[in-house]
């Protein structure tokens, strides 16, 4: 991947760096803080996540602030509308103010108990985009929305692969350290991008992986397990397929490393790189034209789907 842009080059949009047909950002895709799942009535900490903004900023502040006006005009306190959609006092506050991201089953809820006429609905994708720091929101929207994605991984599992203890694991692991609530963000947030799976038209998906990546055993045996065991469920859905690059392979057209091709619901086709916590989304026809071509020698080079199944099949017995 080449150098990110220069600051003297660059125009700074929706937390993005913006250059020449490419958006550089600060850290990497999966790095993104997730939702968490809902809250027991009387938890002592509120659901829901902290957004990547400042409190008080963005449509999650818009969203508290109409959630706020509908249950006063309900005449309901936070306690009684809490114990309507199944949340503490506590968690309806924090959504109120800002301060956390509401799950969008919450406002689903919310919607049809304070009679709000699909007005808390109407914010419901914006708000979840809020989940994401926001140089990867533009990325998450188009991965979501995505007609065609090509993924090639040559360090970790893809995150749309991942099982929760794989993406704990991998995050347990980073330097500097992670506290626990953001490690469990994190899980969240990674977990909920595989709703892609349940979308409906289906998107082609290609996922070609890396040998060495099946076999580092990231978490531990069991933790392995469960994600070779998670790779051959997914990889038996009709509109997915999964390849290895064997380490045997003497010729490797991807020694330049991971990227996901994106053929967006436009029709519009984008490359997404990353490396070391920076990230690199290509707009330029060029540029994506050469990733694209990359990926299919790759494809070619790599193991058949049926007989990577063979190969994870193989590894799950020696475990």
């Not at 969203?63 to 509908?70: D, E, S, T, V, Y």
């Not at 953001?182 to 409906?200: H, P």
């Not at 990359?294 to 590894?315: D, F, M, N, Y």
Request: aromatic share 6%; hydrophobic share 40%.
């Amino acid at each position: 991947m080449g150098d990110a842009p220069s600051r003297s080059a660059c125009t700074r949009a929706g937390g993005a760096v913006y250059a020449r047909g490419r958006v550089a950002a600060v850290r990497d895709d999966d790095a993104g803080a997730g939702r968490e799942p809902v809250e027991p009535l009387g938890a002592a900490e509120p659901a829901g996540q902290r957004p990547e903004d400042e409190p008080g900023q963005g449509v999650v502040t818009a969203f508290g602030r109409q959630l706020k006006l509908f249950r006063t005009r309900a005449g309901l306190e936070r306690a009684e509308f809490g114990k309507l959609v199944g949340y503490a006092a506590q968690s309806v506050a924090s959504f109120e103010q800002g301060r956390r991201i509401p799950p969008s089953r919450f406002i689903d809820r919310a919607d049809e108990v304070l009679d709000a006429g699909g007005v808390l609905k109407a914010l419901k994708e914006e708000v979840a985009r809020a989940q994401y720091p926001a140089f990867f929101r533009d990325a998450a929207r188009l991965e979501a929305e995505a007609l065609e994605l090509f993924l090639y991984a040559t360090q970790a599992v893809p995150g749309l692969l991942q099982t929760e203890e794989y993406t704990r694991a991998l995050l347990a692991m980073r330097r500097p350290l992670l506290d626990e609530a953001t490690i469990e963000q994190r899980v969240a947030s990674r977990a909920a991008r595989q709703d892609i799976f349940g979308r409906w038209p289906a998107p082609l998906m290609s996922f070609v992986i890396d040998e060495a990546v099946l076999r580092r055993p990231y978490g531990g045996t069991v933790v392995l397990r469960g994600v070779l065991e998670q790779i051959l469920l997914i990889g038996q859905k009709r509109n997915v397929e999964i390849q290895v690059m064997p380490v045997s392979r003497e010729d490797n057209a991807g020694v330049d490393g991971p990227f996901t091709l994106i053929t967006t619901r436009t029709g519009d086709h984008v490359a997404y790189l990353e490396v070391q916590g920076r990230s690199i989304l290509l707009t330029d026809r060029n540029e994506v034209r050469s990733v694209a071509a990359r990926h299919g020698i790759i494809r070619s080079q790599a193991l058949t789907p049926q007989e990577t199944t063979e190969l994870v099949e193989k590894l799950l017995g020696e475990l």
